[in-house]
């Protein structure tokens, strides 16, 4: 079986192309585009929504010359609504054209999939960060369960909110990581509630301490800090639900002292640790064809009853696949 993934929930358009042959996944395709603000700028849907219909009909048209697929699957959310409607638009004229069922896919559940997928393991844990989600999740009784996540932003806003105040090019991440190395520790706030976590107030305090802080020290301790917070309530989500298995995925699942921390808590509790690699940890079409086949049975024709889901949480997907 064949399958198309179209991703469209923020600033990238993805198309991944995928053969399953007894549930064996090989990628034909993985083409993306991702919108980039202007400098000091955060993503503006309706430019981003401009960006994906420029690129979307370039990207699907290479992929078609690859293979014909006999399934198409799209992320319906959860996202930005403008962007989410490009990607269901898009599908729809494809699923129109070649009468192909379709199956709406869960952007969140997508990403954990794939992370499943390529660790091999059975029951693991979960770290899943990114611009607009940071979630401890783990399968219980039929779901994916949140067992912890941020109260205010994700940690690649945050990322990307900081960048942004001290004139470092979007993505944030990267750079950060990069000036991190050459740089010392400041105290922040550490804000974890519970299982939870909050990343504004360190925000704020990173902000007002711009110009008068060496940008190294701040990229350092903004990492050291949060990152922590992020291993402290993923290792108490791990003891609870007696996980011997960690997954770091997600566009920030990039940052390599991120995977230091997670392995080293994970060596500690004598548990696995897979991070999922970098082409397919941030958002791209392969991980929604992949959990699109997944949820093959459910997929239909009636192209009018397609829609998008802004706020789509993972732990309200009823998992019937395993």
């Known amino acids: 079986m064949i399958i ?6 923020a600033h990238t358009f993805g198309i991944g192309l995928i053969e399953v042959k007894n549930d064996q996944l090989k990628i034909l395709a993985n083409f993306k585009d991702m919108y980039k603000p202007p400098s000091g700028w955060g993503i503006d849907p309706r430019k981003a929504q401009e960006h994906h219909f420029q690129i979307s009909d370039e990207l ?49 559940i997508a990403h954990l999939e794939i992370g499943a997928k390529l660790s091999n393991f ?58 991190a190395k050459e740089g010392k520790y400041i105290p922040l706030p550490y804000s974890v509630k519970g299982m939870d976590v909050n990343f504004s107030g360190i925000k704020t305090k990173l902000e007002k301490m711009i110009g008068k802080e060496k940008i190294e020290d701040l990229c350092y301790s903004l990492q050291e800090t949060c990152f922590a917070m992020l291993v402290e309530i993923t290792e108490r989500a791990m003891a609870h639900c007696q996980k011997k298995e960690l997954i770091l995925t997600g566009g ?32 791209q079409g392969v991980m929604i064809a992949w959990a699109g086949y997944l949820n093959r049975e459910r997929a239909h024709q009636n192209y009018d009853f397609l829609d998008i889901y802004p706020r789509w949480r993972t732990d309200e997907v009823n998992i019937n696949y395993r």
Request: hydrophobic share 40%; glycine share 8%; proline share 7%.
């Open 4 to 9: 198309l993934g179209i991703e469209s929930t």
């Open 60 to 108: 699907i048209k290479k992929s078609l010359e690859i293979a014909k697929p006999d399934l198409i699957t799209y992320s319906a959310g959860p996202g930005l609504p403008p962007c989410l409607k490009v990607g269901l638009q898009k599908t729809k004229e494809l699923a129109e054209k070649s009468n192909l069922p379709v199956i709406e896919v869960n952007h969140c």
């Open 122 to 179: 059975k029951d693991p844990a979960m770290l899943y960060v990114s611009g607009g989600n940071t979630q401890v999740i783990a399968f219980e009784s039929g779901k994916y369960r949140v067992f912890g996540e941020t109260q205010d932003i994700g940690i690649g806003n945050l990322l990307d909110a900081f960048g942004r105040k001290a004139n470092l090019d979007f993505p944030a991440g990267p750079k950060i990581e990069a000036l």
């Open 252 to 283: 920030v699942a990039a940052n390599k002292r991120l995977q230091e921390m997670c392995e080293i808590m994970c060596k500690e509790r004598e548990a696995k640790f897979f991070p999922v690699p970098l082409d397919l940890a941030g958002d």
